[in-house]
C-alpha cells in the first residue's frame, strides 16, 4: 500500500512539473548521420513506412531499438560493427522517423523486421535487440528460426511488460492521467527525467542527446502511439514470454548493465535460464543503455561474439 501511494504521488508531481515547467522544442538534430556517412531511407514495409539506414558487406546484422527510441540509439555501434558486417538499423512503427500507427501494437514489429529483411534481399541475419527490441528480437528468433543467425540481447525486455513491472515513468504515460501528455508541448522535462534514469553516467545526459530523444515525440500522434503500445492490447503478441523464449536455439549473448535501473539485473538471469544457449555479460557502471553508454565495449562484445565459430566446428 506504501509503494503504491509513493508511485501515485510520484506520477502527481510529474504531471504538475510538465504542466507547468517551462519547456523548449528539439534543436537541430540527425547531424550524426552525415558524420557517419549514413543515408537513411524510406520504404513501405509490411504496410508501413520505415525509415532505416544500411551501411557495410559482410554477414548480415539487424540491430533493433528500445520504447521510445530510435536507430540513434546505435550511432556509435553502427560504423566500427560495419566493417565487417552488412548492418541494417531501422525506427520501428511508431518511433523515430517511421509511420505512427495511432492503433500501435507490438505485433506488427516481427513482422516489420523480417519484412525489411525480405525487402533488402537479407535471407538470415544476426539480430541485436535493446530493451523493447530484445524482445521483439526473441519473438522472431523463436518464431521464425530460419531467419536468425544469432541473438544478442542488451537489457531485453520481455519479462517485464506487465503495467505492474514497468518503471513508474512507463506507467504514467500509459494511464489515464498519461493521456494529458499527448496534448502537452513541453515534452522535454519528460525526456530529461527518462534519460536521467536510464543512464549511470548522467554526463550522457546532454543537451544533443535531450534533443534527439524528444524530437521524434513532438511529431503528431507519437505519444499517442506510445499510449496504444502500453494500453491493454499493446503487447498481447508478447504473452507467456518464458515459453516464447525457451524455443529460441540460435546462439544468444546476454548483456546487461549492472545498474540499470528500467530492467533489473534479475531479469538478465531469467533470459539467461530461459534460452538454452545464452551466455551472459554484466556491465559494470552501466544502466539501461550500454549502447551509448559504453560503445566500444558492447562493439567488442558484438563483433567477437558474431565472429566466434559455430558450435561443432
Not at 522535454?188 to 527518462?194: P, S, Y
Not at 562484445?301 to 565459430?309: A, D, Q
Request: hydrophobic share 45%; glycine share 10%.
Amino acid at each position: 500500500m506504501k509503494g503504491r501511494y509513493l508511485a501515485t504521488g510520484f506520477i502527481a508531481v510529474a504531471l504538475a512539473a510538465l504542466l507547468f515547467w517551462p519547456d523548449t522544442p528539439a534543436g537541430p538534430t540527425e547531424q550524426w548521420l552525415a558524420k557517419a556517412g549514413l543515408e537513411p531511407r524510406v520504404d513501405v514495409v509490411a504496410g508501413q513506412r520505415v525509415r532505416y539506414v544500411r551501411s557495410g558487406h559482410g554477414p548480415a546484422v539487424v540491430l533493433i531499438h528500445g520504447l521510445g527510441s530510435s536507430l540513434y540509439t546505435w550511432k556509435d555501434v553502427v560504423g566500427p560493427l560495419s566493417r565487417s558486417h552488412e548492418v541494417v538499423a531501422l525506427d520501428l512503427p511508431g518511433f523515430g522517423q517511421s509511420d505512427l500507427p495511432p492503433d500501435l501494437t507490438a505485433d506488427v514489429f516481427p513482422r516489420v523486421v523480417l519484412g525489411l529483411m525480405d525487402h533488402l534481399g537479407i535471407a538470415k541475419a544476426s539480430l541485436v535487440g535493446h530493451s523493447m527490441g530484445g524482445a521483439v528480437a526473441t519473438v522472431i528468433a523463436a518464431s521464425s528460426p530460419e531467419r536468425v543467425q544469432r541473438l544478442a540481447l542488451l537489457d531485453a525486455a520481455g519479462f517485464n511488460l506487465a503495467p505492474a513491472d514497468r518503471p513508474w515513468l512507463l506507467r504514467l504515460v500509459g494511464s489515464e492521467a498519461g493521456g494529458v501528455l499527448a496534448r502537452l508541448p513541453r515534452k522535454r522535462l519528460l525526456v530529461t527525467l527518462v534519460l536521467r534514469q536510464v543512464f549511470f553516467d548522467r554526463d550522457h545526459v546532454t543537451a544533443d542527446r535531450i534533443d534527439e530523444y524528444l524530437a521524434p515525440l513532438e511529431r503528431p500522434g507519437a505519444i499517442d502511439a506510445i499510449r496504444s503500445l502500453l494500453g491493454s492490447r499493446g503487447f498481447g503478441a508478447f504473452s507467456s514470454f518464458g515459453d516464447i523464449a525457451g524455443r529460441v536455439r540460435a546462439p544468444t549473448l546476454v548483456v546487461w548493465g549492472r545498474e540499470d535501473a528500467w530492467i533489473p539485473l534479475k531479469d538478465a538471469d531469467r533470459f539467461q535460464a530461459a534460452l538454452p544457449s545464452a551466455r551472459r555479460v554484466t556491465l559494470e557502471k552501466c544502466g539501461h543503455v550500454p549502447q551509448e553508454e559504453l560503445p566500444g565495449t558492447v562493439t567488442k562484445l558484438l563483433e567477437e561474439f558474431l565472429t566466434e565459430p559455430a558450435a561443432g566446428t
